[in-house]
């Protein structure tokens, strides 16, 4: 009955389409398009359904090719083919996790003629049921044979895509605005009249290079002297260039005023198909059907929810106000949607468990929590994937609505379209997440407080495909009241940019902590990253601070550089010259570049994320980011940071570092000793540090520092070769007393002494005369230190 009404009008424009929508209606396919013969190949007519390019499916295929479309055109019967037979020759951009199942059968009215091609992904390909349907809508399927571009017709064009020359009838004029003596006939002037928004959608079917073979149809918006823009949809057929023409474009503009309100227009399929096929996550999904469904159905609510176990979580209701739903709902809003127990609701039970999409018109007797969503009319429909089922989608109207075949057909095609993609997006939302903690993890869970200063640091993830990038931040604290401050940016988005990025912010902070100066630091990182042998390089900037002179060094590996706001307002982009990326050459050198800090000082390090954008270079925006920068009131570092991150584009991850330079209010005191290797070098070193202390006014505890300052030494003199260096600092009332030398070996204390032993003791003495002691990694070597409170 369908495929006779479909085919009542044999001259009607949208028959092909109808007919090939059947398939989806009354099928398993998620694709379906006719083929015509045209001179040595079989090229695509029209298609329906998810894109082609999902299953590598051609516009052309050559007559005398092993493809199956070639081979039913040439047997004359039908071709069935499983996922381990390739259509092609070459696996699909985007194959489906379980395969996909291809038919191909040759058309009724001339067996030489054309071609039906349909895909499924349900398991098991296509059953009897499929199969027999698929060729009743062979049989009904009138080829047409693709047609040479002549004479447009009233409200027809015919493009010349090298030149833009294009010939226009009077009714596609007079829709633009334009009459027959204004034209010039380029086909910019009527884009001119495009609604800027729709002018790149517009394009990509104008331009030769994005328009594939076959026909395409799109809906834009062109500009009227008064009142909204007027709605218009274009269909168009590209054909190719022969040896003495070029390649045209030959279509029709028609008002879509009249044509949107028919709910019946396969388009709206393909549009839906089209939008889930780039929809990244869940609520992607959700927003696709919802745009799709609601205004053309004209319902009064929607709701799409992922099924979990016996419980529907709602990714997205339409309209999102909890007084427009049923008092079941409302009880289970917990967050910003509600979950609803499926065993409260009978009939959405019983539609989920059947699979099929079930329509209740008005006054159906259904439980409350169903009635109440649709007292007008109630459909359901399951969203099915593969063996299981993803989840429903709930439509209701509140005053009496009839459902007509067309919009049984509307919603079954849709059905089957949004549970595919439900699962692809509930896989991907499921990754997103786990990238996405891996990283949480590799980010600084806090900054430590600094002396003489306060960092903040922000982290933006991109919005633009949902993935996970490799920008991170780092604040390292160091001896001597030095600070690290590492920003960088792992090229690409994905979890293998994350992981990189955790392994090159612990390389960096852990050649920090040696002791190394910051060229040492990059360098080391970088002969790192190319042994990793990974494909990906990293960019970075890593300031060494001295929180005691106000100093710092700077060094640049393919980074943004470091932009200062000083005390007075002014900014400064730091001119400090820069080295490869990480990853990019072993032998590369990394040079420093000097910084001053005054006191009030802020610096400032960010990633390309938030200073470079599609429409300005990066040199623009690190100039606005500076200006921001110095806009901003260094007392509130926090709300700072806020406000520079409010300018990102969201295009790429952001990652910002500000640190406020306070100088300290104490400055240690501070004296070193070199040991030589003499005789006399523990007698020296003990001079040293009495004469120090006497300097510093320092007269209690004497004896235990002189005690620990001989046991160091000699340890250091008797256990190690090379140089030794002791240093004394006295910060208020705590003298840190500290040993280095170069082996990196770590003094090992003895667990017990027998009372014949003759050595041993001297780190039981240093442990019971300090407060704390201990030893750290520095470049070259060890340093043992030793700390004493001082009571002054």
């Excluded at 086909?187 to 009249?193: D, K, P």
């Excluded at 920090?512 to 360098?523: I, L, N, R, T």
């Excluded at 256990?719 to 070996?745: E, Y």
């Excluded at 090992?748 to 032993?757: D, L, N």
Aim: hydrophobic share 45%.
């Amino acid at each position: 009955m369908a495929l006779k009404a479909v085919t009542a009008d044999p001259d009607s424009p949208e028959r092909l389409r109808r007919v090939l929508e059947q398939a989806l209606v009354f099928t398993a396919a998620t694709f379906a398009a006719v083929y015509a013969t045209s001179a040595d190949a079989l090229r695509l007519v029209d298609s329906v359904g998810v894109p082609r390019t999902l299953y590598g499916l051609r516009d052309a295929y050559p007559l005398a090719g092993h493809f199956p479309a070639a081979d039913a055109h040439r047997i004359a019967r039908p071709v069935w083919c499983g996922p381990e037979e390739t259509a092609d020759g070459a696996a699909a951009p985007s194959t489906p996790e379980g395969g996909f199942w291809t038919a191909a059968l040759p058309t009724e009215r001339d067996r030489a003629g054309g071609c039906l091609v349909a895909v499924t992904e349900h398991p098991g390909g296509f059953g009897a049921d499929d199969r027999a349907c698929l060729e009743l809508i062979a049989d009904a399927v009138a080829c047409p044979v693709p047609a040479e571009a002549g004479a447009p017709g009233p409200a027809g064009f015919v493009l010349a895509v090298d030149t833009g020359r294009v010939e226009v009838g009077d009714e596609l004029l007079e829709l633009f605005g334009f009459g027959r003596e204004q034209f010039d006939g380029n086909v910019e002037t009527l884009l001119r009249r495009t609604v800027p928004e729709d002018l790149p959608a517009l394009m990509s079917v104008t331009e030769a290079d994005h328009m594939s073979i076959g026909e395409r149809e799109l809906e834009f918006r062109v500009l009227q002297p008064t009142g909204p823009p007027r709605w218009l949809r274009l269909r168009g057929r590209l054909l190719p260039a022969g040896e003495d023409r070029p390649a045209r474009l030959v279509g029709t503009v028609a008002d879509a005023s009249t044509l949107r309100a028919d709910v019946t227009d396969v388009a709206r399929v393909q549009r839906l198909a089209a939008a889930l096929a780039t929809a990244g996550t869940v609520r992607d999904v959700s927003q696709a059907v919802v745009t799709a469904l609601r205004a053309p159905l004209r319902a009064d609510r929607l709701a799409l929810a992922e099924l979990e176990g016996d419980r529907l979580v709602v990714t997205v209701l339409d309209p999102p106000d909890p007084e427009i739903w049923p008092e079941l709902w409302r009880l289970e809003w917990r967050t910003e949607w509600p979950d609803a127990p499926v065993r409260a609701m009978p009939s959405l039970a019983a539609a989920l468990d059947d699979g099929r999409a079930r329509i209740w018109p008005a006054g159906t007797d259904l439980e409350p929590a169903l009635a109440d969503v649709g007292p007008g009319g109630l459909a359901v429909l399951p969203l099915p994937a593969g063996n299981r089922m993803a989840g429903a989608c709930l439509i209701g109207w509140d005053s009496p609505h009839e459902f007509g075949p067309d919009e049984r057909a509307l919603l079954t095609a849709s059905a089957g379209l949004a549970g595919q993609a439900l699962m692809r997006a509930r896989a991907f939302d499921a990754e997103h997440e786990l990238v996405g903690m891996l990283q949480r993890q590799l980010l600084p869970r806090r900054l430590p407080k600094l002396p003489g200063a306060e960092a903040v640091a922000r982290y933006l993830p991109t919005t633009a495909g949902l993935e996970v990038g490799g920008d991170w931040y780092d604040v390292i604290p160091l001896p001597d009241n030095h600070v690290a401050l590492v920003i960088g940016d792992v090229q690409g988005h994905s979890a293998a940019a994350a992981t990189l990025m955790g392994q090159m912010r612990t390389a960096l902070r852990a050649y920090a902590a040696e002791g190394h100066p910051p060229d040492v630091v990059v360098s080391h990182a970088n002969r790192l990253l190319v042994d990793l042998e990974t494909e990906l390089f990293v960019t970075c900037c890593y300031v060494d601070v001295d929180m005691e002179e106000g100093s710092a060094w700077s060094v640049r590996a393919g980074h943004v550089p470091p932009v200062l706001r000083h005390p007075d307002g002014r900014t400064e982009i730091a001119e400090a010259e820069g080295g490869l990326p990480l990853g990019v050459e072993r032998q590369a050198d990394f040079p420093m570049s000097p910084l001053r800090l005054q006191p009030g000082t802020v610096l400032a390090l960010t990633t390309d994320g938030l200073v470079e954008s599609t429409e300005a270079d990066i040199d623009a925006g690190i100039a606005r980011f500076a200006a921001e920068l110095g806009a901003g009131d260094p007392a509130h570092l926090g709300l700072v940071a806020d406000t520079l991150l409010g300018s990102a584009q969201r295009s790429d991850d952001v990652a910002l570092l500000l640190m406020r330079y306070d100088g300290m209010a104490v400055r240690p005191r501070r004296e070193s000793w070199t040991v030589w290797r003499v005789p006399e070098a523990v007698r020296q070193a003990r001079r040293f540090t009495r004469r120090t202390l006497r300097f510093w006014d320092v007269t209690e505890e004497i004896d235990a520092v002189l005690l620990i300052v001989s046991e160091l030494v000699t340890n250091a003199l008797v256990h190690t070769d090379g140089r030794v260096r002791l240093d004394l600092t006295l910060v208020n009332s705590r003298l840190r007393i500290a040993v280095a030398d170069s082996s990196p070996r770590t003094p090992v204390k003895p667990t017990s002494i027998g009372w014949e032993a003759t050595g041993g003791r001297g780190l039981l003495l240093v442990e019971a005369s300090s407060a704390a002691w201990g030893t750290l990694p520095v470049s070259g070597g060890k340093q043992v230190w030793s700390e004493i409170t001082l009571h002054l």
